[in-house]
């Protein structure tokens, strides 16, 4: 692509690099307007004789033709996208779940000359019509040798964006604590609990208040796996305040493995994360009963999406992971 001032007489087909506009000062002609034989007499009587415009070479592709293709090429499973405007493209959610990268994929494309891709968090739980990412190409036009190399990453790589739908969709919460603390507690656990469950397209399918008892706990841990829950959010009176407090000695009573307990996330440091088997058991901190959100948001989506989040998974969230000041 060269940009040149063409003589307006030699211009169709040039396209324009720079608005133009009229005598009333309103835009006659836009930036990316490909100029047409009918446009010279307009132009000659806005006192133009030349045009500063792009003059495609042979292997140039017009930006929104552009565009389109590597929208086509980058997005995979539940996403949808925007018709091509101005060399841009958008990206939605197509259903609920949560967004998957392809960090990789991602970070090699945005490498290449003329070529931005930009994306909210990954893993952030979406819903249908939520704005995921933006596709940008910079020029009026991309050489056919980038659009290639493009392809090239996203085939030896995988696509950059899809949608984890959620496959683990039967959910129980197990709160602990005193007697008299009953009330209180399911008042304000419960609620934002569940909020977060069904916001996430999955289903809260039991509800145990226990004592703060290891008996207790590994008794409903058992109760609830046997009768189907694909995932348990275990909160109560207190937070779990060591590893080997009641709370994890109970989980282990029940059968699961503690994966890790402290999280580098804040609000939620004190997250225990277990498993019993392939159900995973989030012993969620105190901040769960807040709508803000914490490192319960950063991973119950992906295990709602069917994912076996690791303690490097967890770790991997120090980066960005003060969600408060």
């Given at each position: 692509m060269q940009l040149k001032n063409v003589p307006i007489d030699q211009?169709?087909?040039?396209?324009?690099?720079?608005n133009i506009m009229g005598a009333d000062g309103s835009k006659a002609f836009a930036k990316g307007h490909a100029v047409r034989a009918d446009d010279i007499d307009r132009l000659r009587a806005l006192g133009k004789t030349?045009?500063?415009?792009?003059?495609?070479?042979?292997?140039?592709?017009?930006?929104?033709?552009?565009?389109?293709?590597?929208?086509?090429?980058?997005?995979g499973d539940g996403v949808a996208s925007s018709q091509p405007s101005g060399g841009r493209v958008n990206f939605y959610a197509a259903q609920r779940g949560a967004l998957r990268l392809n960090v990789g994929a991602l970070q090699r494309l945005n490498e290449l000359n003329g070529i931005t891709l930009a994306t909210i968090p990954r893993y952030t739980a979406v819903a249908p019509k939520k704005m995921i990412a933006t596709l940008k190409t910079i020029g009026l036009a991309l050489p056919e040798a980038t659009l290639r190399a493009a392809e090239d990453i996203v085939r030896a790589r995988g696509v950059v964006l899809s949608i984890a739908p959620v496959q683990n969709q039967k959910v129980a919460i197990v709160l602990t604590g005193s007697e008299n603390g009953k009330t209180k507690v399911q008042a304000t656990f419960a609620p934002p609990i569940r909020a977060r469950i069904e916001e996430l397209g999955a289903q809260v399918v039991?509800?145990?208040?226990?004592?703060?008892d290891e008996d207790a706990i590994a008794g409903?841990?058992?109760?609830?796996?046997?009768?189907?829950?694909?995932?348990i959010v275990l909160a109560g009176e207190t937070s779990v305040m060591d590893a080997d407090d009641i709370v994890p000695r109970g989980i282990q009573q029940a059968g699961g493995a503690i994966e890790l307990y402290g999280a580098p996330v804040e609000p939620g440091n004190l997250l225990l994360l277990a498993y019993r088997g392939?159900?995973?058991i989030i012993g969620a901190p105190g901040c769960v009963k807040s709508r803000e959100t914490n490192?319960?948001?950063?991973?119950?989506?992906?295990?709602?999406?069917?994912?076996?989040?690791?303690?490097?998974?967890?770790?991997a969230l120090a980066e960005g992971g003060l969600l408060v000041g």
């Open positions: 211009s169709v087909g040039a396209m324009l690099v720079h030349t045009v500063y415009a792009a003059v495609l070479d042979r292997d140039d592709v017009p930006e929104d033709e552009a565009v389109a293709r590597l929208a086509r090429a980058v997005a039991a509800e145990h208040y226990v004592a703060e409903a841990i058992d109760q609830v796996t046997r009768a189907g829950a694909q995932v392939d159900v995973p490192v319960v948001d950063l991973i119950l989506p992906r295990l709602l999406a069917g994912e076996r989040v690791t303690r490097a998974d967890v770790n």
